[in-house]
Structures are given as C-alpha cells and as structure tokens.
T-cell receptor, first 112, second 116 residues
C-alpha cells in the first residue's frame, strides 16, 4: 500500500527566501508525481506533474524534482512571496494506473 | 472552460441526519472522483467513476455512504446517517480519461461538512 509523507508539516519564511519542500513515497513503482497547492477554503490546484521517466519539471519560480529509486521528490520555490502562502500537497498513483494517494501537506507561510 | 462545480459549499447537520453533495464535472471528462479531506490530512479517495460505472470504491464506508453518477455526467454523494467523524471537506475532481499518468485532475472548491 502506497504511503506518502511530507516534511516539514509547516514552514514559515521571510519574503524573498528560497525554500524546499520534501515528499517521500513508499512504493517506487509510480506512474507520475504531482504537486498541488491548496488555499484555505479552496480546492486543489495542480502545480507540476512529473512523469516517472522525468527527473524534474519547472514552472516559473517552481521546480520539482523526482528520484524514483529513493522514493523522493522535492519542490523548490525561488524568491518566495506572500502570495505563495498556502498548503502544498504531493500525490502519486497508488500503483500503476490508479487514483492519487496524497500526503498530508506542508503549510507554508511567507512573511512580508 | 468552466471548472468543476460543487454544492453546497457548506453544510452543518446533527449526527444521525443525512446530507447530499452534488458535483458537476468539466464537460467531456469521463472520470470523476470523490475525495474526503479531514482537517490537517491529505485528501483520501472515496470513489472513482468512469462514465457512469464505478471503478474503485474500496475506501467508501458503504454502510453509510453512497454515490451515483447517472448518465455519466453529474454525481451525488450521500451520507446517511452522519457521524461526528464525517466532518470534513468533500472534494470532487474530474479528468478526461482514466489514466492518471496522462492527465491532470481538476478539483472543485469542495463542500465543507460539519457534523454536530
């Protein structure tokens, strides 16, 4: 059974800092890995999707890396802004072509 | 394109009462998911539909939860009778095809349930 862990559970940083969020998963036979953002009271917005054959994906100030063999992914946020404050969740298909299994998320606060 | 629509956004009920949530996925999306997100946790899949058929309902508490997707479009999720531990946000998501490797899920804003 796939399990996803995210560290840290919460993070507070001053504006402008670069930061890294971590995600680990127990079953390395994944289809892909996705990073989502969730604002309070809102649904989830997909940020990046990394296919199992890829090592990383970039979108603007966000860069996600994937190391399948070690069961780890990181989300790097450059030059953080107060608008980046949200909960960030990573998710993987539990096995093969199946629905997403989510971590508990990292709650990020960027202080102006 | 219009997003995934969910209603109601908020619902407060007493335990042992019943409640129903509605979801309208993105037009043309064959796959529909219901997730339960308890405060401080990640979303947990309750049920997955492909068109109007159930693909995965292994984590749905079938003694109290039911879901249907008539005509392969809208879906309803019902809880009867509700328990205190059902307090959560119920998220609906849709994707064009079943394969998560090829498509990104689009989530609705969720329906927040509080059971007193």
């Amino acid at each position: 059974k796939q399990e996803v862990t995210q560290i840290p559970a919460a993070l507070s940083v001053p504006e402008g800092e670069n930061l890294v969020l971590n995600c680990s998963f127990t079953d390395s036979a994944i289809y892909n890995l996705q990073w989502f953002r969730q604002d309070p009271g809102k649904g989830l917005t997909s940020l990046l999707l990394i296919q199992s054959s890829q090592r990383e994906q970039t979108s603007g100030r966000l860069n996600a890396s994937l190391d399948k063999s070690s069961g780890r992914s990181t989300l790097y946020i450059a030059a953080s802004q107060p608008g980046d404050s949200a909960t960030y969740l990573c998710a993987v298909p539990s096995s093969g072509n199946t629905p997403l299994v989510f971590g508990k998320g990292t709650r990020l606060s960027v202080i102006a | 394109e219009a997003g995934v629509a969910q209603s109601p956004r908020y619902k407060i009920i007493e335990k042992r009462q019943s409640v129903a949530f509605w979801c309208n996925p993105i037009s043309g999306h064959a796959t529909l998911y219901w997730y339960q997100q308890i405060l401080g946790q990640g979303p947990k899949l309750l049920i997955q539909f492909q068109n109007n058929g159930v693909v995965d309902d292994s984590q749905l508490p079938k003694d109290r939860f039911s879901a249907e997707r008539l005509k392969g479009v809208d879906s309803t999720l019902k809880i009867q009778p509700a328990k205190l531990e059902d307090s959560a946000v119920y998220l609906c998501a849709s994707s064009p095809v079943r394969a998560p490797g090829a498509n990104v899920l689009t989530f609705g804003a969720g329906s927040r349930l509080t059971v007193l």
